[in-house]
């Protein structure tokens, strides 16, 4: 980062808008790790659970069980990025407010910027991939009503 001497004065009011981001921010993380806690503990259920399920009601049985252990982990391992980076967000920028730190600051409006990066090109890719499923639906209408 370069040394500016550029001065930035955060009013009050916008102190406060920044605590209640932090605030809700840091709950909304919190949620989240919790959410990827449960998830990590059903990939290793799913497992087993597909081996119970009989084949008249699911195919599920026709997937090997590590495939589901292994697709909810990947989920939980995508899913922890962006919610550390709001928890450091929280708690850097909750920090930076007590103490008048905006160095702290940077850091924490950083990992703001990290996380919406994150969720935005997690956004593209998933709007990327649906776009695709699409077109492969409508090509896969018309070859089966070219085949009826």
């Known amino acids: 980062m370069e040394n500016r001497n550029d001065t930035l004065v955060v009013s009050v009011d916008a102190k406060e808008y920044l605590q209640e981001s932090a605030k809700w921010s840091k709950i909304l993380a919190i949620i989240g790790f919790v959410g990827i806690g449960i998830m990590v503990v059903i990939a290793f259920f799913m497992g087993i659970i597909a081996t119970f399920v009989s084949p008249e009601v699911s195919a599920m049985r026709s997937f090997p069980s590590g495939i589901f252990t292994i697709l909810y982990l990947l989920m939980a391992g995508i899913y922890y990025l962006p919610v550390y980076y709001l928890y450091k967000y929280a708690t850097d920028t909750k920090k930076a407010l007590v103490s008048n730190d905006s160095e702290l600051l940077e850091a924490g409006l950083e990992k703001l910027k990290s996380h919406h990066k994150f969720l935005g090109i997690m956004m ?25």
Do not use: D, Q
């Open 124 to 148: 593209l890719v998933l709007l990327s991939i649906y776009a695709l499923l699409f077109v492969i639906a409508i090509f896969a209408g018309i070859f089966a009503a070219a085949n009826y």
